[in-house]
């Protein structure tokens, strides 16, 4: 019930395409969604987030998809850049009982330039 | 602020010793938690305190592994005796409610080798 799943496990696009990492879920007692990014060597950073209230955020180049009846969400990264690659966690967390993240086993995201 | 400081930010031992891996949250923060990364089983909750107080530890492996915080500003997490199957990189992140409204911000993990 916490698990979340992601996919692809790892991602070559070519500079100024788009990257599209999924991510699905199955507890429905999960009500926030955020993605993080990782380089090597550091810790995950928050990069956005979304509520199950809206259906789509944008940050820049960074916008999340919800889908809350297929219990779904993703992240597209659009005209990628070689400094977007790293790895990319989805993650969910739930407002009662356990409630710190529960992230996705990550997608390795290669931008070539 | 510095962030989150994790020390050291590598260690090798042998397996059967102790080891201790510590975590200093940002100022202001009220929850810590403790993640383990590997390849195989990703990032994985051990442990999180709120207001210095540990709230759900199920996911710490086993009595091997504990962890304490006797303050805000400081944690450690302990393993006694370790075991190869321990390597793993392991972080501590910090932030402001468990409700990460803010988002966890995370240290830059210490990378721990047992041979």
């Known amino acids: 019930q916490q698990q979340v799943k992601q996919s692809p496990q790892s991602l070559i696009v070519q500079k100024g395409g788009i990257s599209i990492i999924n991510c699905a879920y199955e507890n429905t007692a999960f009500d926030y969604f955020p993605w993080y990014q990782q380089f090597p060597g550091k810790g995950p950073a928050l990069l956005i987030a979304i509520r199950p209230d809206v259906s789509e955020k944008k940050e820049g180049r960074f916008t999340i998809s919800f889908n809350k009846s297929a219990k779904q969400f993703s992240l597209h990264i659009m005209d990628s850049q070689p400094g977007d690659s790293a790895t990319y966690f989805c993650a969910a967390s739930r407002n009662t009982g356990r409630r710190a993240l529960t992230f996705g086993s990550g997608t390795r995201l290669q931008v070539q330039p | 602020d510095a962030g989150v400081i994790q020390s050291p930010r590598h260690e090798v031992t042998e397996m059967g010793q102790e080891v201790t891996l510590r975590c200093k949250p940002i100022?202001?923060?009220?929850?810590l938690f403790w993640y383990r990364q590997t390849m195989m089983r990703g990032l994985e909750l051990l442990i999180y305190f709120n207001n210095n107080v540990p709230i759900d530890d199920s996911g710490m492996p086993e009595d091997r592994f504990s962890a304490k915080m006797p303050n805000a500003s400081f944690s450690t997490l302990k393993i006694q005796p370790s075991e190869p199957r321990d390597s793993a990189v392991y972080f501590c992140?910090?932030?402001?409610?468990?409700?990460?409204?803010?988002?966890?911000?995370f240290g830059s993990g210490t990378r721990l080798t047992v041979v």
């Open positions: 992140a910090s932030s402001f409610g468990d409700r990460q409204s803010g988002g966890y911000t």
């Open positions: 100022s202001g923060h009220n929850s």
